[in-house]
C-alpha cells in the first residue's frame, strides 16, 4: 500500500497537521488542521488552513476527509472552514459526544445544542474501516487524554493525535473533563500491538534543547525508550505517575475558546445583532 504524507508544523500551537494521500486516485485526509487564533486581540486566520489548500491542489490532490484525533483543547480547528472550501467530510470518534455533554455544561449553552455529534459528518466506531482512494485505513478508540481521542491508521502509519508523544516527553495528560489514567494506559497498549516498524505520527512536540521538533517515531522507540509507558511499565505506577504529574500542569492558553469552538466541529459562534462573535469566559470553573 503506497501512501504519501505531508506534515504541516503551526508555530504558534506546536501543532502537527498531517495530509494522507493516495497516490493512485489523488484523494486525501486531512488530519488535526489548526485555525489561526490570536488569544490577546481575539482575531482569526486562515493562513495555516490555507497552506493545506494550496499544498493539495500543487500536488493535484482532492481532500475527502477531514480527520480529528480529538477535540483539543491548545487550538482551534479549521475542519468546517476547510469543508467549506474542499466539501470533505468531516469525522471523529463517536466518543465526542461525551465531549459535547460535559462542555455543553460549562459554557452553558442553549437546550438546543446537540449533544449527539450532529456538527460532524461522521462518528467513527472502535475498529471501522476508513478508505481514502484504494487505501484501507482504520479507526482505532484510544481514549484517556480524551474520551473522543481515535487514531488513524493508513497503511504502516497511526496518527496517535496527544494520546502519547516523543519518547522522550512520554504520554498525554488525563486531567481534562473525561480524562481517564488507566484508559490512557491501557489505549497505548493497543498501539503498541501494531507492528514495531509502524510508523507514529504526532501531534505535538516539545522537544528538549538537545534535538529538533518532529512529529514522527516508531512504536518499537515507544515500547523501548517512552519515559512514561514502555514494555515493562507497570499500570499503576503509570497512574500515579500521571496523576501527580497532571495536578502540576497549567491549563493551556487556549483550551476555552478551543473547546467551544471544536466540539461544533469548528464552527464559530453566530454573530450576534452588532454583526460580531462572541466565545464565553466561564470564570472559576476549570
Not at 489514567?181 to 503498541?192: D, E, T
Amino acid at each position: 500500500m503506497q501512501i504519501q504524507i505531508e506534515s504541516f508544523f503551526h508555530q504558534a500551537t506546536s501543532t502537527f497537521s498531517h495530509v494522507v494521500a493516495d497516490p493512485d486516485s489523488g484523494q486525501a485526509a486531512i488530519i488535526d488542521p489548526v485555525l489561526d487564533f490570536d488569544y490577546k486581540s481575539g482575531r482569526t486566520s486562515t493562513e495555516s488552513a490555507d497552506q493545506l489548500i494550496t499544498w493539495l491542489g500543487e500536488n493535484g490532490c482532492q481532500a475527502e476527509w477531514i480527520l480529528e484525533t480529538h477535540s483539543h483543547a491548545d487550538h482551534l480547528t479549521a475542519a468546517m472552514y476547510l469543508r467549506g472550501k474542499l466539501g470533505a467530510k468531516i469525522g471523529i470518534g463517536e466518543g465526542i459526544t461525551e465531549v459535547q455533554k460535559t462542555f455543553a455544561k460549562v459554557f452553558n449553552f442553549a437546550d438546543d445544542f446537540p449533544v449527539d455529534g450532529s456538527q460532524f459528518d461522521h462518528l467513527f466506531q472502535d475498529n471501522e474501516e476508513i478508505r481514502i482512494g484504494s487505501i484501507s485505513g482504520r479507526v482505532m478508540h484510544t481514549p484517556g487524554h480524551t474520551s473522543d481521542s481515535v487514531t488513524y491508521l493508513f497503511g504502516d502509519a497511526a496518527f496517535v493525535g496527544d494520546t502519547m508523544f516523543m519518547p522522550d516527553f512520554g504520554t498525554g495528560r488525563c486531567d481534562f473533563p473525561g480524562g481517564d489514567a488507566r484508559l490512557l494506559y491501557q489505549s497505548i497498549q493497543k498501539i503498541y500491538q501494531l507492528p514495531d516498524e509502524t510508523r507514529v505520527f504526532l501531534c505535538h512536540d516539545y522537544p528538549p534543547a538537545s534535538r529538533e521538533k518532529t512529529c514522527m517515531t516508531t512504536i518499537v522507540d515507544g515500547k523501548q525508550h517512552n519515559i512514561h509507558i514502555n514494555a515493562s511499565s507497570n499500570i499503576d505506577e503509570f497512574i500515579r505517575m500521571r496523576k501527580a504529574r497532571d495536578a502540576q500542569l497549567a491549563m493551556p492558553a487556549l483550551i476555552l475558546p478551543s473547546i467551544q469552538v471544536n466540539i461544533r466541529a469548528g464552527a464559530l459562534p453566530e454573530r450576534e445583532n452588532n454583526g460580531t462573535r462572541y466565545l464565553k469566559l466561564p470564570l472559576d470553573r476549570l
